[in-house]
């Protein structure tokens, strides 16, 4: 059975003291006694092989042995937008993005979008980061992606890569992954929410660079898409 992996931001062998959400798991949840190992890692592609030191309620440490080689990230730094979701959709989302590799998550405020702004905030956030580490822990990756803030859809548009998807449903003209004379260094995957894409919004990603990318024949559910989307890209450039 595998080591537990601990999340620890701030690493500064030979001790470090786990923060208090992860105290708790290992306590709590994983019953964990000093002696045990565990694998902490640092959210920023750092993890090493660790040994509980002291487990009680006042502070949970745990004494790094040495270094690990993660599981090397990437090599196109893929930034997936999606729009706003509803319900745990988009914890979905997160979940399957993280252990698919994306770089950054970006939540989008589209045409047909029908989240409520309370589902928008930090609170929001804050769980999505949650879910994003319980992913990385499940997956083994040693990076965490960057959660940033929703965005409206033509904000998003302006950001920079040297690739832009858009995914379309089977009623807009697309084509199935596009072929590239090398491995394009990165990416940004538009994904629409529930409603779909208004025709508005594909003229102005096509205007701003974006190839229209088609997953197949039938209409996905939103939060399917980026892992079908996230899937096809991966064969081509892994």
Known sequence: MSAPRVLVPDVEPPEVTLPADEAHHVMQVLRLEAGDPIVVFDGAGCEWDARLASVAKRAVTATILQARTPVPEPATRVILAIGLLKGDAMDEVVRDATALGVAAIVPMITTHCVVPKRARGDEAIARWRRVAVSSAKQCGRATLPELRAPAPFLDVLRVAADVKLICL?????????PAFATVPRT????IGPEGGWSRDEVASARLAGC????????????????AVALSQFWAVFS
């Open 169 to 177: 449903e089977p009623t807009f003209p697309g084509v199935s992954l």
């Open 211 to 226: 190839q229209g990318l088609q997953l197949g024949p039938l209409t996905l559910r939103a939060e399917l898409a980026p």
């Open 187 to 190: 990416a940004l995957l538009l």
